[in-house]
């Protein structure tokens, strides 16, 4: 296994659907108008809403000039007045305010929804991350895993290697091995009584150094 | 959009009556049951939740997006002032004029010219009055409803960005983790290169000197 060949953990699909979904959620702010909503309301904080409220000021005016001319009249005019009054304006708001109260009902209902959904896509999003931790951590442990079989493998040619050169260096040497295990090199020794160089078997180390090896 | 008139069972689950609700437009495989897991599959708890998940994303997508794009749209509404106009419309100052005539000869009451003139301009000035105050409080209450309205939904916009962001994250997180791991695992494998060659000389090494 060269520098160039090691394995990588490579991203996996659960995870780029995680990333697309946490992509997809941020746009979806822009796309359905959600920063417009933003930016208006900040520009809005900044309104002059005197102009706005101007109307409903001349209204009220005009409504206290009338109410003041009232006192003008005779009893009779005034008391008929009031009684028109009081049913015109009954009668004429209730719509109106029937259609506000059904608004503000119909809104809370929508907006409780609205943010059970954001709940959902929320979990939703979790559960996509979760998903991607999880195919991601077995890639890693997939290549974890990889690397300890290579090194192991590695490990072990390199032990018979080994064990071969030293073979080999060992028998060119002169050692060998035997029933008795492995002996050392065959000397010449100078015999004495012989007068003679005579040949003497190797030292015997037995099976030690194979079993230390090992 | 359709209206339901009969009751009906969304996807076996959720059964609506009457005909006040639109018809959702829900295409089948949400809120089904969850899927067995292949008997092949390695990780079939793992498939469970990604099948749950996605679930949930096209439950949402389908049933509550649309909710949502329909209540940005909303925030515009003048519903409330249209109402107030409509109704300020068929103001009839004819008919309180009648009705003001009508009280007069129940109580006996004998009102001269000048004072009749004076009763049906006041009928008419104040039901010019009351429908534009009840316009003008019409405008406000709009104002304030799609203020709030608008409010609610930039609340929920920040939820989405909140959301957006811890997910994106988690995306950059493992990005650099996997990242971290590769140059970890390249180091890691330079090294046992080179402790590899290393073995091989000195093996090569120790023949040599044996020979």
Known sequence: MSGGDAPKVKETPAEKIAASKASARWNERQQDGYLDLEVAQVADSERDYREFFAGRTSAD???????????????TVQKLGDLSDTVREASA??????AIQAQAIKDNRRVASSKLGSDIAGAALQGFDTTAAMAGQRAVDKVQN????????????????????????????????????????????????????????????????????? | MAT????????????????AYPALNIRSGINSAVKAPSKKSKTPYGDM???????????YDQLYRPLNQRLIQDVNSTAIVDQAKQEASAVDSGKYIARS????LRYGLNATPQEQEAINYQQQLGGALTSDGNINNARVKQQERNEQLRSELVNISRGISAQAMDSATNA????????????????????????????????????????
């Open chain 2, 49 to 59: 939740l990604l099948d749950i998940t996605n679930q949930q994303q096209q439950l």
């Open chain 1, 146 to 214: 990889k690397i300890i079989k290579n090194n192991a493998r590695n490990q072990m040619v390199m032990d018979l290697a080994s064990a071969a050169a030293t073979g080999y260096g060992m028998k060119k040497a002169g050692y060998s091995v035997g029933k008795k295990g492995i002996s050392g090199p065959e000397t010449q020794v100078y015999d004495a009584k012989q007068g003679k160089n005579v040949t003497q078997a190797g030292r015997n180390y037995g099976w030690s150094p194979l079993l230390q090896g090992l």
């Open chain 2, 101 to 104: 005539q009508r009280q007069q």
């Open chain 2, 4 to 19: 339901a008139t009969t009751a009906r069972t969304i996807n076996s689950g959720l059964t609506v009556v009457g005909s």
């Open chain 2, 172 to 211: 950059a997180g493992a990005e650099s983790t996997r990242k971290s791991t590769n140059a970890n695992i390249q180091a890691q494998n330079t090294a046992a290169e080179k402790g590899v060659y290393g073995a091989i000389g000195s093996m090569a090494l120790m023949a040599l000197m044996m020979m």
């Open chain 1, 93 to 98: 708001v209730g719509k109106t305010d029937a």
């Open chain 1, 61 to 75: 005016i005009a409504k206290k000039e009338l109410e003041a001319n009232k006192g003008l009249g005779t009893a």
